[in-house]
């Protein structure tokens, strides 16, 4: 028997007599004989900070269990988010989720996820079992929990939510270009603007560090996704099975997502390369039915019915599609009188036995076998284990083009020229094993600085590969890790929480200069001089107490709003902008904040501030009620540590919703050691004692010790139980 697991499951005293009762009105005298199986096969444990470390006898079970303790913090997110994954939203939320809703269910369809699992490999479909028997059992115990929408949940449910983004790729799909199309009668222009749907916030940071760049010669990690607030649970998932994960878990999702286990760890980042094209289809009506052209030849477009329910405030209402198709893909939208078919990576199958499989790596070929899957779209992966490698992977599902079209726009579908050609292998897509510079990491931008010498190069590749851009946080990055070579875990962390902000470097210079070209006797340079002053004593780091910090974040954000600075001009080099234009923002941004504050003199931490009220996955924010400093800034100034903050309605001060949600750095010895925190705290619940325990660590960067072994959880213990149970 694993260790691990004996010693917990002895130390849990429950009396399992009764244990299923009361059940569901959906559950059958056979779910509730499987389930006692089920749990009694698993234990959680919940440390002092409310964390579950789920022990199971499978790997099943230690699923079972995981998914269990799910649903105990924060069940409407899990709902909700199989809700999105499976275009059900509408029928909880109204009409105005209708398109959202036929968007996923364009590429989501039930009866096709149903031949998918059943033709799974048995591995993955018992896993898929005990993800539904989790929820079910979790609703049986529970009947004063009342979910929106699923009440009975379904092994193939788990192969709609396979990747840890909401939407994943399809979230590229324009929603009011979308509406345009299928809401308007055919042959009717359907062009429109960019919509401005609020997408899941992108961004993260990855760095791994080589033991010839360590004090103990051990490999890091830093673990640091960048997402909305409370968007993913924090648990550790043990079998006998020789499953050992800890880490960030997308809520409803069966696997770690971003993390840990004794040997190794990965941190994935959003990815720059093109792995999703559009294809212009030229359509037109023979004998009643849609043709496109194809080479030489007319293929018929393919036509699916999809019914889209939505609620209304006198009951059930539904909308009905016509949804076309053609080899390329779904038919999003109309451009320039030609149809818009796109293509993306549809393997839910491939992805979850890649996104669980790599959870059980215990060394780098083994982990570079999970890559071999190539059903990692969107990601890039930095990863460091405790034999001494770091290795960085590109994003992990990338289509061979013809390079003579761009892909980055969309092409001509009725050359077949413009096919995919295949997928790169993982020997073919950018990836960096071990470079001589000691370190990698990634922050969203290209891979072609990462690794400082070492980094691979450009020229390498094809262009398609990386779309992405230089920024603020990458300089920032290369200049924390690039000469350095006494790193520890602490080390890490602070370099995680590093309050340089490069962005400003070059436009403050241009700033100062363009003030000291006024004229001595100039209206604007007197009444901006005392703001000249705070910002030339400035060191560009932010703090809670530096009055600094906000006047230059003011002052930014009227430049970029100006649309003169948007981003930077070359690899190196933060934005230009001109005398003129700095000068004007910084009166801007002067009096924005004599109209807020009554002064423009406010440190930061009266302004930056984390604010929980509820568990609301929409939150709302009072000034009037307690709040927490926040040091640290939205991601755009450089802030490796990224606190995604604005006003609100009725607020005058700045509330994050996204950003740093889980940070970790971890440490690969003999034992693994690790510190993390989550955002807010693990539960999303406010009458739990662990809904905001964690803000202050959050808030200063103090992370916590991971109790990742037994007998760390030793005097860190809340609870043990089995599912159901006390």
Not at 658 to 675: L, P, Q
Request: proline share 5%; glycine share 10%.
């Amino acid at each position: 028997m694993n260790k691990s697991f004996g010693l917990l499951k002895a130390a849990v005293l429950v009396v399992m007599t009764g244990l299923i009762a009361p059940c569901h009105a959906q559950s059958t005298a056979s779910d509730r004989a499987r389930w006692a199986g089920e749990v009694k096969n698993v234990s959680i444990v919940r440390d002092d900070w409310g964390i579950a470390h789920v022990y199971g006898k499978t790997d099943a079970d230690a699923v079972f269990g995981m998914i269990y303790a799910q649903c105990e913090d924060d069940f409407i997110r899990v709902e909700t988010n199989y809700l999105n994954a499976m275009g059900r939203l509408a029928e909880t939320e109204g009409e105005g989720k209708v398109y959202q809703d036929l968007r996923m269910k364009m590429f989501i369809d039930p009866e096709d996820l149903k031949k998918d699992y059943a033709a799974s490999p048995e591995w993955l479909r018992k896993l898929m079992d005990a993800f539904a028997d989790g929820l079910n059992f979790y609703l049986a115990r529970h009947p004063e929990v009342k979910p929106r929408v699923i009440r009975h949940f379904e092994p193939w449910m788990a192969l709609s939510f396979t990747e840890g983004s909401i939407g994943g790729d399809i979230g590229r799909v324009d929603l009011k270009k979308l509406e345009a199309f299928y809401g308007a009668p055919k042959g009717v222009s359907a062009n429109v603007a960019e919509g401005q749907e609020q997408a899941e916030p992108g961004g993260s940071n990855g760095i791994a560090i080589a033991p010839s760049n360590t004090t103990n010669h051990h490999a890091l990690l830093l673990i640091n996704p960048h997402t909305s607030f409370f968007f993913r649970s924090e648990l550790q998932m043990v079998s006998e099975e020789g499953l050992d994960a800890y880490g960030a878990v997308t809520w409803g999702q069966f696997f770690i997502y971003q993390g840990f286990n004794q040997r190794l760890g990965w941190m994935h980042t959003s990815s720059g390369v093109d792995a999703v094209d559009e294809y212009l289809e030229t359509v037109h009506i023979k004998d009643g039915h849609y043709y496109y052209k194809y080479g030489d030849a007319e293929r018929e477009v393919v036509e699916k019915q999809i019914t889209v329910p939505y609620s209304t405030p006198h009951g059930r209402a539904e909308k009905k599609f016509t949804v076309y198709y053609t080899h390329h893909g779904p038919v999003i939208r109309e451009q320039d009188g030609k149809w818009v078919a796109i293509r993306l990576m549809q393997e839910p199958v491939k992805a979850l036995m890649q996104s669980y499989s790599r959870t059980k790596a215990k060394n780098y070929q083994e982990y570079l076998q999970t890559m071999h899957l190539k059903a990692n779209s969107s990601n890039n992966t930095v990863y460091a284990d405790a034999d001494g490698h770091i290795a960085y992977f590109h994003g992990n599902y990338i289509p061979k083009r013809d390079t003579h079209f761009d892909f980055t726009k969309p092409v001509d579908g009725s050359d077949p020229a413009t096919e995919w050609q295949g997928l790169m292998t993982v020997e073919e897509a950018p990836h960096l094993l071990d470079p001589k510079s000691g370190y990698l990491f990634n922050v969203n931008d290209s891979p072609w600085n990462g690794a400082g010498e070492s980094s691979l190069r450009r020229q390498d590749y094809p262009a398609y590969v990386e779309t992405g851009t230089e920024s603020a946080r990458g300089l920032h990055a290369m200049r924390l890790l690039q000469g350095k070579t006494d790193f520890t875990l602490d080390g890490l962390m602070a370099a995680a929480y590093d309050s340089y902000l490069p962005w400003f470097i070059k436009p403050l210079r241009l700033l100062l200069q363009a003030w000291t070209n006024l004229r001595a006797n100039s209206e604007m340079k007197t009444s901006l001089a005392p703001q000249i002053a705070v910002l030339r004593a400035w060191d560009v780091r932010w703090g809670v107490n530096s009055v600094a910090t906000t006047l230059a974040i003011y002052w930014g954000q009227e430049m970029t709003n100006s649309g003169r600075v948007a981003g930077y001009e070359d690899e190196f080099s933060p934005p230009g902008v001109p005398g003129d234009v700095a000068l004007k923002a910084l009166a801007a941004a002067s009096d924005k904040l004599k109209a807020d504050f009554g002064t423009w003199q406010v440190p930061w931490g009266e302004i930056n501030r984390f604010q929980r009220l509820t568990g609301d996955i929409v939150p709302h924010f009072d000034d009037a009620k307690p709040s927490t400093p926040v040091g640290f800034t939205s991601s755009t100034w450089g802030s490796l540590a990224a606190f995604g903050a604005r006003p609100y309605p009725g607020t005058k001060k700045w509330y994050g919703t996204g950003g740093n949600s889980f940070v970790a750095v971890v440490e690969f010895g003999d034992k693994v050691r690790a510190r993390a925190v989550t955002a807010g705290g693990e539960s999303g619940y406010p009458q739990s004692r662990h809904f905001k325990d964690q803000v202050e660590r959050y808030s200063t960067g103090n992370l916590r010790e991971v109790y990742f072994y037994p007998e760390q959880l030793k005097g860190h213990t809340e609870r043990n139980y089995h599912p159901g149970g006390m």
